[in-house]
Structures are given as C-alpha cells and as structure tokens.
C-alpha cells in the first residue's frame, strides 16, 4: 500500500517545513474538487441541452472519484 501525503510529510525535516506543504496540498485539493464540480455541471447541462444531441457528456467527460488520502 502506498504511503499516505500525512506519512510522507511527517518524515520532513521540520514540522514547519510539513504543516506547509499539508497547506499547500490541501488547497490544490480544493480547487481540484472544484474544477471536478464544474466540470459535471458542465456536462449536465449539455445532456439536458435539446440543441446537443446524440452525445453522453456525462459518460465521456467526467472524471472519477478522488482517491487521494491525506
């Protein structure tokens, strides 16, 4: 099983130095589970779209469900 970010950054050099990049990961994770929300919505509305048609956006074009642990 891989380490987990939280294993990872409590073998940093310095808590500081860990608190940090835990920050900073934690905010990339925010705004990547926001773009994903955009993105569905996106696709949603284009399948509700009677103009669009014959095409599942929803199926093509929206990702997976986050997997990273902290």
Partial sequence: ?????????????????????????????????????????TNAKLDNDAGVTDTNYGALNNPPALTTNL
């Fill in 1 to 41: 099983m891989p380490e987990s970010i939280k294993q990872r950054t409590n073998a940093m050099a310095t808590h500081r130095d860990a608190e940090a990049v835990r920050f900073l990961i934690t905010a990339l994770r925010a705004d990547v589970a926001a773009l994903r929300t955009a993105l569905i919505a």
